[in-house]
């Protein structure tokens, strides 16, 4: 139902901004601004985007925490989508979106909302969510072994770097 409410607000809005703004200036000057909005958008978009990657290559080469670059590139990647539908309304979010401050304000507002979301139980690896779910359970499958099967304690093994020689 929360989806319900932009689908319908987001193209009046910008219904209602095409008409103030076509009165204002014109047609012919209206759907210049409209389609040179997204010329931009898209060269920010791509400029933002590929040094929000080069950030993102970076972390992993170091083995830093890579979710701030991902976070930052998934909304440069909203922000372009805003910026190529057409209207002053998501232009102007999609701007918004663009510019690094805004950014980290949201991705921190995010991190806030998540956050409260999370209680720490005991050490690092006993971490359990809001509705009791623990990441501390491993699924795997097995495949029992036949004793008879294995070969003599004597008979020369491969060093996977797993087991240590005997």
């Known amino acids: ?17 095409f008409i103030q703004v076509g ?12 389609v040179l909005t997204a010329v931009a958008g898209t060269w920010l978009m791509r400029t933002q985007g590929m040094a929000v990657l080069a950030e993102l290559q970076g972390k992993l080469n170091q083995g830093g925490n890579p ?32 510019l690094p401050p805004v950014r980290a304000a949201l991705i921190r507002f ?27 359970v ?8 036949d004793p008879d099967d294995l070969p003599p304690d004597d008979a020369p093994r491969g060093q996977s770097g797993w087991t240590k020689p005997r």
């Not at 929360?2 to 901004?17: D, G, N, Q, R, Y």
């Not at 979710?67 to 701007?95: E, N, Q, R, V």
């Not at 491993?138 to 072994?145: F, G, M, N, P, V």
């Open 1 to 17: 139902m929360w989806l319900f409410v932009p689908f319908v607000l987001v193209p009046i809005i910008e219904i209602a901004l």
């Open 23 to 34: 009165g204002l200036i014109g047609l012919w000057p209206t759907l210049a601004i409209v």
């Open 67 to 98: 979710t701030g670059p991902i976070a930052h590139g998934a909304m440069i990647l909203f922000a372009g989508a805003m910026l190529l539908t057409p209207g002053f309304f998501t232009d102007t979010l999609g701007f918004l979106l663009l």
């Open 110 to 136: 995010g991190a806030a909302k998540l956050a409260g979301n999370i209680t720490i139980v005991g050490g690092a690896s006993s971490m359990h969510t809001r509705h009791g779910h623990s990441d501390d």
């Open 138 to 145: 491993i699924e795997a499958e097995y495949h029992a072994i």
